[in-house]
């Protein structure tokens, strides 16, 4: 049981808009805690792909967008490509479990 | 460019212990901390705990506490995770990855499979 919900699966078709949500609680997201995205294509390490809340790495496309609202936050892939399927894992903070980072149970992403 | 090399693939026995290494190269290796994530066949990510290059600070995951250590050599830029008494559900891929101070991973290794088998 993660910290983090996040859906364990979204498709959508090549061009379309998907959105994976991340709900937390008090204690991690709604204290205000920055939230971060990752993808894992298969078979490799994790990616940073949104950091604190919105921003993307240098090389990330601006397909990719994250946003942070209360005690959730999504990330939007929009002009879905298939070399978009991958899981995506958003990841923040919890004060309530002495200091220690939280991941969601990751999102597979199908591009159909 | 940022590179974190991870030793590879390890076996062991249950009760066994093992010793992952993660050389970092281009940057400063104090200026940064090092985080370890396993993840599981077929599962999700999950965070074993935090190390300070700068000072040897650690924090880890109350689930592992009492049977993993986390160490840094800065004279060779490199960290080290040591899992002991492992039982087969410690079997996974185990990942290090730079830690941001401002609470993200930047940059991750390629992972080293441990398998634990009888």
């Known amino acids: 049981q993660s910290v983090l919900t996040q859906p364990p699966s979204v498709s959508g078709a090549p061009g379309q808009r998907v959105t994976i949500s991340c709900t937390g609680s008090?204690?991690?997201?709604?204290?205000?805690?920055?939230v971060h995205w990752y993808q894992q294509l298969p078979g490799t390490a994790p990616k940073l792909l949104i950091y604190?809340?919105?921003n993307r790495p240098s090389g990330v496309p601006d397909r990719f967008s994250g946003s942070k609202s209360g005690t959730s936050a999504s990330l939007a892939i929009t002009g879905l490509q298939a070399e978009d399927e991958a899981d995506y894992y958003c990841?923040?903070?919890?004060?309530?479990?002495?200091?220690?980072?939280?991941f969601g149970g990751g999102t597979k992403l199908t591009v159909l | 460019q940022v590179q974190l090399v991870q030793s590879g693939a390890e076996v062991k026995k249950p009760g066994a212990s093992v010793k992952v290494s993660c050389k970092a190269s281009?940057?400063?290796?104090?200026?940064?901390?090092v985080n370890w994530v396993r993840q599981a066949p077929g599962q999700g990510l999950e965070w074993m705990g935090w190390?300070?290059?700068?000072?040897?600070?650690?924090n880890y995951a109350q689930k592992l506490q009492g049977r993993v250590t986390m160490t840094t050599d800065t004279s060779t830029s490199t960290a080290y995770m040591e899992l002991r008494s492992l039982r087969s559900d410690d079997t996974a891929v185990y990942y290090c990855?730079?830690?941001?101070?401002?609470?993200?991973?930047?940059?991750w290794g390629q992972g080293t499979l441990v398998t634990v088998s009888s």
């Open positions: 190390i300070s290059a700068y000072n040897g600070n650690t």
């Open positions: 281009g940057y400063t290796f104090t200026s940064y901390g």
């Open positions: 990855a730079r830690w941001d101070s401002s609470g993200y991973l930047d940059y």
């Open positions: 604190a809340n919105f």
């Open positions: 990841q923040s903070y919890d004060s309530s479990l002495s200091g220690h980072v939280v």
């Open positions: 008090s204690s991690n997201i709604g204290a205000g805690y920055d």
